[in-house]
């Protein structure tokens, strides 16, 4: 049957992975997925501890950008002594993986090929914690970067991740001990 006038041809699309029931395959733990996850989380800590010396050194007034980023985030004591806290922070970063490098990054290498869409997603990934700029604004050192550059790098390392492995697994064990350890333990020295 021929589509209706005005309507192109429908272009075939690959089944994503909730269509053909391959997400359990995609979530099922392989040997070695802790160990990738844990040395890409370490790597983006130690990257995260340079780059906020960088955009927000001690004693600048850009400083205040790290002092609102985690007034938002509360008492690191109450952080680490909640085990309800501490499974919303691993339960949101988890969501995260499935939604951006599982969906989002299924749909977008359907559309514009896999080498494009790992960028694409982690450029929206970062594009999508814009409003932090507003909402984490210092009256004096202005818009806030802080989660905009953090979401974009940590993206792109994450999307890589599932593009190249075409699993889930490693990219949300890196992202939990990413939130994890950036919100409760490698606080900037006095906050």
């Given at each position: 049957m021929?589509?209706?006038?005005?309507?192109?041809?429908?272009?075939?699309?690959?089944?994503h992975?909730w269509?053909?029931?391959?997400?359990?395959?995609?979530?099922?733990p392989?040997?070695?997925d802790?160990?990738?996850?844990a040395?890409?989380a370490l790597?983006?800590l130690?990257?995260?501890?340079?780059?906020?010396?960088?955009?927000?050194?001690?004693?600048?007034?850009r400083?205040s950008?790290?002092?609102r980023?985690?007034?938002?985030l509360?008492?690191?004591?109450?952080?680490?002594?909640?085990a309800?806290l501490?499974s919303v922070?691993?339960v949101?970063?988890a969501?995260?993986?499935?939604?951006?490098?599982g969906?989002v990054?299924?749909?977008?290498?359907?559309?514009?090929?896999?080498?494009?869409?790992?960028?694409v997603?982690?450029?929206l990934?970062?594009f999508?914690m814009?409003?932090?700029?507003y909402?984490l604004?210092?009256?004096?050192?202005?818009l806030n970067?802080?989660l905009?550059?953090?979401?974009?790098?940590?993206g792109?390392?994450?999307?890589?991740?599932?593009?190249r492995?075409?699993?889930?697994?490693p990219?949300i064990f890196s992202?939990?001990?990413?939130?994890?350890f950036?919100a409760v333990?490698?606080?900037?020295?006095?906050i």
């Amino acid at each position: 049957m021929d589509p209706p006038s005005g309507i192109g041809p429908r272009r075939a699309r690959r089944p994503h992975f909730w269509d053909a029931g391959t997400l359990g395959e995609r979530l099922l733990p392989r040997w070695g997925d802790l160990s990738i996850g844990a040395l890409t989380a370490l790597v983006l800590l130690v990257a995260s501890w340079v780059a906020r010396g960088a955009l927000s050194p001690s004693g600048t007034v850009r400083q205040s950008w790290l002092y609102r980023l985690y007034l938002q985030l509360g008492d690191p004591e109450f952080l680490q002594h909640s085990a309800w806290l501490t499974s919303v922070i691993l339960v949101v970063a988890a969501a995260e993986e499935l939604i951006w490098r599982g969906m989002v990054l299924d749909v977008l290498s359907s559309r514009v090929g896999v080498r494009r869409g790992w960028i694409v997603a982690a450029a929206l990934y970062g594009f999508a914690m814009a409003p932090t700029l507003y909402t984490l604004r210092d009256p004096i050192a202005g818009l806030n970067p802080l989660l905009v550059i953090a979401a974009l790098g940590c993206g792109i390392v994450w999307s890589f991740l599932a593009a190249r492995l075409g699993r889930l697994t490693p990219g949300i064990f890196s992202h939990m001990a990413f939130a994890y350890f950036s919100a409760v333990q490698f606080r900037w020295p006095g906050i």
